[in-house]
T-cell receptor, first 117, second 115 residues
Framework: GAVVSQHPSRVICKSGTSVKIECRSLDFQATTMFWYRQFPKQSLMLMATSNEGSKATYEQGVEKDKFLINHASLTLSTLTVTSAHPEDSSFYIC?????????????FGEGSWLTVV | AQTVTQSQPEMSVQEAETVTLSCTYDTSENNYYLFWYKQPPSRQMILVIRQEAYKQQNATENRFSVNFQKAAKSFSLKISDSQLGDTAMYFCAFMGNQAGTALIFGKGTTLSVSS
């Protein structure tokens, strides 16, 4: 079946540095990918919608200059947390839509734990 | 804007029993999709069941079934013959009828199955 791979699964970075998280669709082309953030014991909060070849659409309250999203190909979207701070520590999870018609199956990556120290 | 509400933060059930998780949603759309996802401690999101709003028949997947009441905007999940492996957080989710729209999740229900 379709697989979405997310890397790294865990990353620790120093405050003030930037860190990149990759989301790849392994056996299908994903025109649209989504990035979510999840705090412990809470729900998935949509951060942005990423469309291949165009700028991402960010949800209200999400700083686009801090959370840079690039979707340069149909199989790869990246989330870069710039100038990371401890409050950015969280679980980040991507998902990809397989196809371009309504109701397509959404596949999730395994998620990435970010710890900023 | 669409919203999804799960009013049960936590639920407990014993093995082999049946449990029902509640979900209500709000939308002005007529066609849309509803989902239940399971998130075990590994954090991997696992699709449990999917319902298309234009289908009146309730979806079923083995031990999992839904009670979809479109007029009431209710979408509950019934887990029959609960197993220890069902222990997880369960999210109800809504997706509109346009390609490229994101899943909107409820706050989740933590289900604990005990022996």
């Amino acid at each position: 079946g379709a697989v979405v791979s997310q890397h790294p699964s865990r990353v620790i970075c120093k405050s003030g540095t930037s860190v990149k998280i990759e989301c790849r669709s392994l056996d299908f082309q994903a025109t649209t990918m989504f990035w979510y953030r999840q705090f412990p014991k809470q729900s998935l909060m949509l951060m942005a919608t990423s469309n291949e070849g165009s700028k991402a659409t960010y949800e209200q309250g999400v700083e686009k200059d801090k959370f840079l999203i690039n979707h340069a190909s149909l199989t790869l979207s990246t989330l870069t947390v710039t100038s990371a701070h401890p409050e950015d520590s969280s679980f980040y999870i991507c998902s990809a839509e397989s196809g371009s018609t309504p109701g397509n199956t959404i596949y999730f990556g395994e998620g990435s734990w970010l710890t900023v120290v | 804007a669409q919203t999804v509400t799960q009013s049960q933060p936590e639920m407990s059930v014993q093995e082999a029993e049946t449990v029902t998780l509640s979900c209500t949603y709000d939308t002005s759309e007529n066609n849309y999709y509803l989902f239940w996802y399971k998130q075990p401690p590994s954090r991997q999101m696992i699709l449990v069941i999917r319902q298309e709003a234009y289908k009146q028949q309730n979806a079923t997947e083995n031990r999992f079934s839904v009670n979809f009441q479109k007029a009431a905007k209710s979408f509950s999940l019934k887990i029959s013959d609960s197993q220890l492996g069902d222990t997880a957080m369960y999210f109800c989710a809504f997706m509109g009828n346009q390609a490229g729209t994101a899943l909107i999740f409820g706050k989740g229900t933590t289900l604990s199955v005990s022996s």
